[in-house]
């Protein structure tokens, strides 16, 4: 396991990026207050996953997909793609501080 951050530090809304497994990683918590974390990594081309906190959305902007935030899912995706996959989730675990940890 490894420390990413706390539940304290982070506000609704808010995300942070994190090193995990030799990659970065993303850590959001919602507008409705749930911690998520998914790679930052698109599964298509391998582009930088960013967190747009004004339509609740995960972007990838080098060919403008989007996913859903509370399960990674695809919300939509260029049409130049037959298809698309969801994004890779990352397992978290919060201790009795209210720290965040990856598993």
Known sequence: ME??????DLKRGES???QYQGKEGILVKTKKGKLVAYSRVCPHE???IVWDADINKLLCECHLSI???DDGTVYKYSSVFDKMDDLTPIKLEIDDKKDIYTI
């Open 16 to 18: 942070i990026s994190f």
């Open 3 to 8: 420390k990413i951050g706390s539940v304290k």
């Open 46 to 48: 391998g582009g930088t």
């Open 67 to 69: 996913f859903n935030v």
